[in-house]
């Protein structure tokens, strides 16, 4: 050997793995650490892109887990308007590995529940979810109490799942100044009111987004320590930028730090992996393909494309997989109380005259 | 097919849960006075039947000939305009089935869902029976209409507890109070008001633990039959006494 890229299999060469395959011939872009099975329970959380995930999921008949299930009858549309459905548990988008540490030191009682709250007309709503029901909450006890509900599902979700799926959005966030606390949004977007003396920008640092994402798998597997952690860092665009930057760099900025923090976890951490759904979709081996017109969006094909990646990369590693629980019939959620005999018998008994 | 011209005219549209309120009109135990009145329905697996089409309602196949029967009086479809007011009873709207599985995680998690969550399940509720949907229909086409659900399971019966059982799938319902069913009477007494029905709430002195209903309304041979289902007579009576039927009241 004269050099160390000599004798290297073909995925090691842009051209043979890349160039010459081309987007719908990529092969081997994934080689995962474990398996993920059909019966294991699956949590997703994080930026927009996981909620594709975590349907995709439960489509091929996986055991995505929704530890907080919407009102009976309240389904689809209408269900995820309210964010059921979406993720695992209600918090909605969870863009940064600090919002996602944050949530789970309240839900397990680490930090005391925020009584932070934005009102307008009458409507409250919740800083750390202020789009997650749609019209506001009715009152602030009402609020509260929907959001110990979500935390409630987070502690279950956490120690019940064997796998957490988590896509990394964003770096760029805004805080209390006096509180500390995180918004998911910066007030004065969805709800609140912007206030300048109030409310902190930070956009997270390498070190910054790394650490707050160790700290939030460390503290999930202390309470879990069989979980293992998904990571995917999420191919969108941002919307806008507060960074100072134009947009586009400020995208490319933010995305790298969630890459490299990314995969300095999977390589560090024995029960983390990456699954590289941000690379299927940004390369420039997709020419934009995936995105929608404001090449933002991603499109349906692209995620069909992502989750191909996913399922075919596990069955490549770990072979067919078994069915799960995703496949078992659901037992039906109606009660028995009178069979149909019966209600014939009745009907016919009394007006037989 | 108009109803007797000189007479306000009640038509009552269900399925077996009919029964009671027919033999509670035989029994005495209700009566009319100076009114028309036709019931019209069928069981309630033929109810998938019966659908509605252009306003019209009307049933095929075995609904047919069962809603002949019941009528007695050949009334094969129904129009908004052929009744003063419609009173559907039971017609497949099972409310326990939205009852127990909120009642059971209210036990767990009072906050799980806000206010604004249930109200759009409640509608989607209502929505999924399409008894409901039929008389919200008629309801929009300015017909009268009251509707009474299908009552709670009668306690005692069958064991609720066993696979599959409602205390089986939702054990906390049998924790709920008084308040608690009244907060869910009343997110469907909205949601049907919204569409210009008045929905009819089981009377609280027939339920008992939780979302039962009290076995001393149990229909007749209830245990041998395994029906936990269909009421008494007496049952039937008390639900009546429920309806604020305006073009009734102005008959008496």
Known sequence: MTNPYEGLPPKAYWRTAVAEPGAFGLSGLWQPKFPVRPRDSIATAGSCFAQHIGRALAGRGYGWTDFEPAPPFLKGEEARRFGYGVFSFRTGNIYTPGMLLQWLQIAFGDLPQPPETWEREGRFFDPLRPAIEPDGFASETELMEARAATCSAIRAAVT???????????????????????YALCPGTVAGRFEARSHQFRNANSRLTYRNMRAAINFMQRQNPGLRVLLTVSPVPLTATASGQHVLTATTYSKSILRGAAGMLADEMAAVDYFPSYEIITSPLSRGMFYGANMRSVLPEGVETVMGHFFGAQQAAFGVPKKGRGRRPAQSDRPAITDDVACEEEMLDAFAS | MPSHPDLP???IVGDSQMAG?????DAGLVSFPGRHVEFWGATGPQFRQIDMQGGVIRARGAARETVLKVNGQGREQLRAGDFDAFLFYGARLRVTE???????RW???????????LQAAT???LRSTRAWRMAASLAEQGA???????????AGVIDHAAP????????GAALAGAGERGRIWSLLREASAEAGVALVSQPEDTVIDGIFTDPRFAVEGAAEKRDAGHKSPEFAAQMLGQVAVPTLRRAA
Do not use: K, M
């Open chain 1, 160 to 182: 019940g799942a064997d796998l957490f799926v988590f896509t990394l959005g964003l770096t760029e966030s805004w805080f209390n100044a006096e509180s500390g606390l995180e």
């Open chain 2, 9 to 11: 005219s009640l038509c």
């Open chain 2, 21 to 25: 309120l027919r033999r509670a009109v």
């Open chain 2, 98 to 104: 939205f009852f127990a599985p909120i009642l059971h």
């Open chain 2, 107 to 117: 036990q767990e998690q009072p906050g799980f869902a806000s206010r604004a969550a």
């Open chain 2, 123 to 125: 509608r989607a509720f």
């Open chain 2, 144 to 154: 009268e209409l009251h509707f009474v659900p299908a009552p709670f399971p009668t």
């Open chain 2, 164 to 171: 599959g059982g409602l205390l089986d799938l939702y054990p």
